[in-house]
Structure formats: C-alpha cells, structure tokens
C-alpha cells in the first residue's frame, strides 16, 4: 500500500507539470489602467474575447437594485454613433424619458404612475423613430461572431463571444466603441424583458430556494439583502439617472479588463488594444462598504414552506476567493460531494438514505459560503437525523478519519476536471476574468493544480475544523407553495418603426480593415482516423487525460427501460464491487464514467488518465459483464422517479417540456412510453440484467476514443475484447415529429406558473445536401441571435417575452425523414396571446428586410471557417454527418456556396420548409390570464392535464 500511494504521488506531480506547461499568458496593463491579459493558442479555430468589469449586483444602490443586470442589457443598445439614425434628433426624446422616470420613482399614486407610463411610452416611441434596433448585434454577427452574450454576477460582469481570426481589428473597435457614450434608448421595452427574466426565476425553484438561502447566510452584505434581478418595486420603478450613475462610477478604464483566448499574434494585437481600449477613461472608483462579516454561533434554524415535498438546506460560512484557504475547503467541497459520486454527500443518495441530496461551496469577493441540500423519504429519517449525519461527516473529516489513497483520489478529480476545463477558450478565459476580478495574479491559473497537490491532510482536517464545525444554518423546509409575485402587462404600444438604415459608426466598422481569412474545417484525413468503420482515434494534443465514448444505435425509442438501465448502471455495483466500493475504484484511477439514453442511442463515457486507460477499461468490462442490481437498485429507481414527478409538478419549465415532447411524439413520447411507477416499484433487478443483456448484444455502433495512447496498441486491446465488437445490426434513426392536419394548439393550464412555456413546431422537407446553406441562411436570418426575425419581433420591439430561440433542425442520420422549424418564447400568462399570435404571423408570413443579406452572407462565410470543433468533438460530429450521408465537412461543403448566396434562396427555403404549413404549439402556463378562446381562431385547441402526458 505505501509502495501504491508514492508512485500515485509521483504519478500525479507528472502530469501537473505536463499539464501546466501548455498554458502561455501574458498580462500587462495600458496607460489609462485597463488591465489585459493574451492567451494565445494556434490550435484553435477561433478567438474568444470577453471584456470584464468589477462590478455586479453587489454595486447596486440599496434603492436601485437590478441596476448593473438592467445596464448589462442596455450596453447592446448602442452609443451616440451606434445605433441611432440621429442622436441629435434622438436626444429630446430620451432625455424627456430620463426626466419621467425620476418622477416615477417619486410618484406614489398608481393613478399617476400610470399616467407617466403612458407618458414615458409616448416619448419612447417618438425615439424610436430614430433607432436602429439590435445594429449592435447585426454588425458582431457579420463578422462570423458566436454566442454573443454577457452576464451579471454579485461581484462582476462580463461581455463576451467567439469570432474569427481574420476579425480581430474589427472585434476590439466595436467592444472598445459600446463603451463610450453609451445611450440607454428603448429602455422601456427592455425593462419588460426585465421582467420576464424575473418572472422566469419566480419559477424556478432552485433559484426560489437559493434566494431565500442567501437572504439568511450573509447577514447585512448585499449578497443577502438584495439579488442581481433585484426586487420587484425597484424594476417597477427604474432609475436611468442612477443607471448612468453606475456606468460613469464602475465602467472605467482602471476598473475594466480584456481577456483574448485563441488564434491570434500577440505582438499584431497588442497596438490593436491600445488603439481601441486605451480611448477608455481612467475613473475612481468608489469603494466598496466594509460590511461586518455574518457569523453563526452555534446552530441557527429557519423554517419555511418553499419546497413541494420536505427539504433541508445547510450553511457554513467559509471564505472568499482568493483566501489561501481555498485550495483545502475545494477539496473538502469534493469529499462532500463530487462528479465521481465518492463523497459522503454522494452516498446518502447512492445507498439510497434519502430521495435526493448534494452540495457546493461559493466562494466571491467579499464571503463564502457552503449550501448543502437533502430531500428525506416520505417515510424516512428526520430532516434533524441527516442534519447530525452530515455534521458527523465533516467531524470525521476533522480527525482525518479518510485514507491516504481516498486524499489521492479526491485531487485526482480536480485535476482532471481542471485539465478538461483548460481545453476550451471560454473556461481559460473565465480563469483569466477572474484573476482580474480577485486580483490575483494570472500565474494563479497555471499552478493552481499545483496548489491543490501541494494541499496536505494535515491542512484539509484544520480548515474543517475551522469552517465546517459546530457553528451553522440550517433552513428547514416543509411542503409548501409560497405566492409568487406576478407582473401585470403594462397598456404599452409597442414599437412600430422599422427601419433598415446604418448608423455612422456602422459606415465607419465596415470599413476597418481585416487580414484575409483561412477557412479551418474537419479533415477526414488528417485530424482522426478510423479502424473497421467505428473506432475513431483522436489524438490528444493538450494533456493525459483520455476521454472514451461508446455508443449503441437505439435509445428509449427501441427500448423505454434504457432509461432506467442507464440510471441502475449510474448507481449500481458488480459482484465483486458494492457501489460504494466501484465508484471509489474508478476515483483512485483518476477515472470518471456515466451512461445515458436518449431518444437515438444508448451512450457510455469513460474520462480519465491515459497511463491508467486498460485499468479503467477492465473496470467498466466489470461493470458490464457483472452488472449486479439488487432490490435496493429498484428502492433507489423508484424514489428517484417519484422525487422527480413531485419536482416536475412545482416546476413550470418541466412541464413545459414535458408537454413539447407530446406536442412532438404524441403517445411516444418518453413521458408516457415509461415503465409507471406502480410497476417501477415492483420491478425485477433481473429484468435489468436481461435488458443490459439484450442492449449489449450486437455490440457497438461506435467508440471514440481521444488520448494519447498509441492507435495500434488501442486497437489491439479493444480487438481482445468481444465485449466491443461491431454493431452491424442496430442503425441511428431520426424521431420525427407527429402529423397534424391544421395548426393545433395542446394547453396544460398550470394556476400558480408565472410564465408561459410556448413551444412551435412545423415540420419541413427531408434533407437536400445540395440546399443545405440555404437552411443556415435561414436560421440566420430568422432564428439567429438579437437581430433574428424571432427575437426582434417579439422581444425587441413587443416586449412579450424574455427568452426566445429555435432553430431549423435537418434530420440527422436518415436524411430522407423530414426536418422541422422548432421556436420558443418564454412569456408574462398574460403576454401569452399577443406572443403567440406574433410568432404564428412569423410563420405564416415571414417579413423581407433584403438589406440585412448582405451582412448575413459574410456572416456565413466567416463563422463557418472558423466553426471546427474543439479536439475532442472531432469525430463524434464527424461521425453524425457522415453518416447522414456528407462526404465532407458541411460546413466546407457550404462555405463554397455562401458567396453567391442571394436572399432569394431564403425565401425559397421559407416558402418550401415552412410557409403554409400546419404548426403544433405547445403551451404550459395560467389560462386565466389570456382567452383560451382566441387560439381557436388559429387552430384546433386541445386542453390536456399533466396525467394526460405524463406517466408517473
């Protein structure tokens, strides 16, 4: 045993060093005290930038919460130049709106509050006679940009996306431009979205549950008294004098970063840089409060009904981010609860003590915390019992009552998943985001598997002692529907203008100059190899660890109990390993493993180091061949199943899912091809080893491996093992959606849901390989981002929903099936019809703006040469087009087409896919607040109740 445990010390010290060596960083700092930091990397296809800003929701005034959220939106507005037809002309009106929100907030009657709405609308829509809507957006996607988004945390936010290579010149003057003179115009439409992304937390429990969490754990610190979204009388009443306030105090030179991962020259991009960002000004920024930090002295309990069945949620207050005790509380929050499911957290799920538990620790600027959650049985222990269960686990810990071999394990983990987390631009950096924010120095990055290797025993049973001992919080739940907060649909016009013109910047941007591009593409030759047509090799370039999926044609389609096998096997030990024992033996190899059923195949991973890789392969050989499931399988099954019905009944979004399935697949959808729970409970464990038995049967359909063992050596020990043989028999298949004669509408009504889950659906054509940009073309144009038809139209210029999104989907692997347009809106219930009754006109009648192709077009080119998959997803997308019948890379294939592309072609794609054709709508939400009635002018109307779709 100590001969095992140093040769996994040197192992692992190895592969840190190998690991780190990889990583290049460079940060320096402009004149004006913009911080930057270039982490260059030639294998990449792409560049991800983020600009970072020291601020969140902790910044907000305590009379203004929701300001920096709200402000994050309106930096997609545009500035003076961006934007605007004419800011001169614009200007009036806007600052009449600034002056009516003030009065606003001072005006207590509701008579006279609306009366200044109206007022506000009236001025908002002259304005908007001169705005050019979501050009931001339109100009950063003619670029070929990517997943162009920000976000809003407590203690920062940030503005981020992919794009290419070529555009970098471009990309750094429009990021450094929406800083500068910034104009909050259509303000009053985006405070409705505003307001449906509060509403969507409203529904959500977890996020319901978090709240009421934080509210208690951090005392008279902003992270307790008020939330990022902020509260619902401050949305009501915006301040856009106190928003401007907060982008002159925080949005500063000196209190702002630049991160660039990716393809690019650091020493080209570095005059770049200073050309576009040092235009920023340097500021003061104003200090943070010093708030006394919450501390618990002993047990402190709250009792609450927030939850559908009992819960209890734990806190300890720990420490924040870059605290030199966090390397040991991190791996503490591992041995409570972690992706290997080896931590004692982990187990009272496993072994099945409760329904449903875990945890995690949240370390931030100012605090830190740990939230630790366990749902008992109906008719199980106490909430009391597993609390003193808990805090017995911690005081093991304590005493170093683990072993030498489980501390190697638990570390293990981390620097595997860290590994992993490096290989994608946007993680990098994230990692780099926050070193600016906590100030940490960006060195942090690379030896922070370093710093958690270096972490001994010793430290790990003081830091427990120190933050996980006998002072704490616990929230008791017991069930309980707390009254939700619903906003009303304000009597607003919505904006009517519309217009096709460009800003002065935009004539500005589209002449920066740009190097030529080089279209980068999956090549079948060069980047993987494949032996007897379903082993695909990858080699990795980045580290040692391995990542091994394996896959069999044939999911809940073929079988509805691959869904329950894949949870059994997820849970369930060998003959010779109990559960407990197997997931502990995969950990010490560094391994981790998960299987998966969907509606096409049945998926096995296997992820771990690659000098352990036929050890961990005989693991899950093991597993497969010895598959021992026990009544306490079926036990673990059945809770599972009834925690998740009760779970699904509370949370709207689930059953606006639930209900998008049957508007899909009808009676075969998975919700109701199921095994019911009253069988559930009384299932054989030996009919789970006979449908493992049947599954396994033909073999494989593919294995992809990706690592750096040699693709010989991999192929013969795979050829040793019949287990993993060829699947000549089961084939992929495409679900399609169900036939409908006219539009029909399927209603679930769900009194207590805030929102509306609306879901459209409209079956197209097969596939046509040779017509397929014209289907790229028309996601562009009219799914595609904030200057897509979808979300101009309903959120943009109507303010009915928060969330929009879809997508035309091709029907992968049998081409000669039918493709089909699938659309979302998230809406206020009484949004609902007037939501709906715009995106169906969508459908049945799509608007022409022929001035928007040309951006579309160069779009097009540039992001689909710089559009290849990260190393690891090389050959499982590979494989999904070849076998849907490309020869090569669509994305190649298309990228030759787009320079003629006209905007006829999306049209035709329209006319032929969508256009006249019945849709299936799908909608989950309270029928009294919109007339049901009114959708039979549409359509067929059928009203459904859960049991309807969903077989418990």
Not at 169 to 198: C, G, M, T
Not at 480 to 491: I, N, S
Request: charged share 25%; net charge negative; aromatic share 14%.
């Amino acid at each position: 045993m100590r001969w095992s445990i140093l040769a996994i010390l040197y192992l692992f010290t190895g592969m840190l060093c190998a690991q780190d060596s990889k990583i290049n960083v460079e940060h320096y700092e402009l004149s004006n005290g913009f911080q930057v930091y270039l982490n260059e990397d030639k294998n990449a296809s792409n560049i991800y930038g983020s600009v970072w800003v020291n601020a969140g929701g902790k910044n907000d005034p305590a009379d203004a919460t929701g300001i920096a959220h709200y402000l994050e939106h309106m930096l997609f507005k545009g500035t003076e130049d961006l934007g605007t037809q004419d800011y001169s002309l614009e200007r009036a009106h806007l600052d009449s709106i600034r002056v009516l929100y003030d009065q606003l907030a001072l005006e207590k009657d509701k008579e006279g509050k609306l009366s200044i709405q109206k007022m506000i609308n009236e001025q908002e829509l002259k304005a908007s006679e001169y705005a050019i809507p979501n050009e931001f957006d339109r100009l950063i996607k003619s670029i070929g940009s990517s997943g162009v988004n920000a976000s809003t945390s407590n203690d920062y936010t940030n503005y981020y996306n992919y794009f290419p290579p070529n555009q970098l010149a471009k990309w750094l003057d429009i990021y450094a431009h929406r800083f500068q003179n910034p104009v909050f115009r259509l303000f009053q439409s985006e405070l409705e979205a505003v307001y449906e992304e509060k509403n969507r937390a409203g529904d959500n429990l977890e996020d319901r549950v978090y709240t009421k969490f934080n509210a208690y754990i951090y005392g008279d610190q902003p992270y307790s008294t008020q939330t990022v979204l902020g509260s619902v009388e401050h949305l009501k009443n915006p301040s856009l004098t106190k928003m401007y306030q907060y982008f002159k105090d925080y949005y500063v030179a000196n209190n702002m970063a630049l991160v660039l991962c990716g393809n690019f020259d650091a020493n080209e991009v570095k005059p770049l840089i200073e050309a576009s960002f040092g235009k920023l000004k340097r500021g003061t920024v104003p200090e943070f409060p010093d708030y006394e930090k919450n501390t618990f002295e002993g047990r402190v309990v709250e009792k609450v009904r927030i939850t559908p069945i009992k819960a209890g949620f734990m806190g300890y207050k720990l420490v924040p981010y870059a605290h030199p005790d966090r390397p040991a509380l991190e791996l503490i929050g591992e041995m409570m609860s972690n992706g290997n499911q080896t931590g004692f957290i982990d187990k009272l799920s496993l072994e099945n003590e409760v329904l449903y538990a875990g945890g995690f620790q949240e370390f931030m600027e100012e605090d830190g915390s740990a939230f630790i959650f366990f749902v008992p049985k109906i008719l199980g222990k106490s909430l009391k019992t597993f609390e003193e269960g808990i805090r017995q686990s911690f005081r093991g810990i304590a005493a170093g009552d683990f072993s030498d071999s489980y501390f190697e394990s638990i570390k293990y983990g981390v620097y595997r998943n860290f590994s992993l987390s490096l290989e994608q631009l946007a993680s990098r950096g994230r990692y780099l985001g926050l070193s600016f924010i906590y100030d940490l120095d960006p060195e942090e990055l690379l030896s922070y598997s370093e710093k958690i290797r270096a972490v001994s025993k010793e430290e790990v049973q003081r830091v427990a002692s120190q933050y996980y001992g006998e002072d704490y919080f616990i929230m008791q739940s017991r069930t309980g529907f707390p009254k939700k907060v619903k906003l009303e649909k304000p009597p607003y016009k919505p904006i009517s203008e519309r217009t096709e013109e460009t800003s002065a910047y935009a004539k500005t941007f589209e002449k920066i100059s740009q190097t030529p591009a080089t279209p980068n593409f999956i090549d079948l030759e060069k980047d993987f190899s494949i032996t007897d047509g379903y082993l695909y090799y990858t080699r990795n370039p980045l580290n040692d660890i391995f990542s091994f999926r394996l896959t069999i044609a044939g999911g809940v389609a073929k079988n509805p109990k691959y869904s329950l096998l894949a949870e059994a096997l997820n849970s369930t030990g060998t003959q010779e390993y109990s559960t407990t024992a197997l997931k502990n033996k995969f950990a010490s190899l560094g391994a981790t493993y998960g299987f998966t059923s969907d509606y096409n195949s049945f998926d096995i991973s296997l992820t771990g180091l690659d000098g352990n890789f036929n050890q961990t392969l005989e693991l899950l050989e093991e597993l497969l061949v010895n598959f021992n499931p026990t009544e306490q399988t079926v036990k673990y099954l059945y809770n599972q199943r009834t925690t998740q019905n009760k779970i699904n009944k509370g949370n709207p979004a689930d059953g606006g899912r639930i209900l998008y399935n049957y508007g899909l697949f009808g009676d075969q959808s998975q919700f109701l091809t199921r095994m019911p729970s009253g069988e559930l409970k009384n299932l054989s464990p030996a009919d789970l080893q006979v449908t493992l038995k049947e599954l396994l049967a033909n073999g494989f359909n593919a294995l992809h491996y990706t690592g750096q063992k040699d693709e010989r050596e991999l192929a013969g020990t795979l050829a040793g093992k019949p287990l993993f043989r060829k699947n000549t028999v089961d084939k992929y298949t495409f679900p399609e959606a169900r036939d409908v004669s006219e539009t029909t509408f399927y209603v679930i009504d769900d009194k207590k849901a805030i929102q509306s889950y609306v879901y459209y659906v409209v079956n197209g054509e097969p596939l046509d390989y040779e017509v397929d940009y014209k289907k790229e073309a028309f996601n562009a144009y009219y799914t595609s981002g904030l200057s897509g038809l979808l979300f101009q139209e309903v959120r943009e210029f109507r303010s009915l929903a928060y969330a929009t999104g879809g997508n035309y989907i091709d029907p992968t692997y049998e081409p000669g099936k039918r493709g089909r347009l699938v659309l979302f809106t998230g809406s206020q219930a009484d949004k609902t019809l007037d939501a709906v009754k715009v995106v169906y006109g969508l459908l049945t009648d799509m608007p022409i703006y022929e001035t928007r192709l040309e951006a579309i077009r160069e779009g097009l080119i540039l992001s689909s040469g710089s559009s290849k998959p990260a190393f690891r997803d090389l050959s499982p997308r590979a494989e999904a087009f070849l076998k849907t019948g490309y020869t090569a890379d669509p994305n190649e294939l298309n990228f030759t087409k787009y320079p003629t592309l006209e905007f006829g072609d999306i049209v035709s794609f329209y006319e032929n896919n969508i256009k006249g054709k019945p849709a299936i709508i799908t909608i989950y939400g309270d029928t009294s607040q919109f007339d049901i009635n009114q959708l039979k002018s549409l359509g067929k109307v059928i009203e459904l109740k859960m049991e309807d779709i969903l077989v418990e």
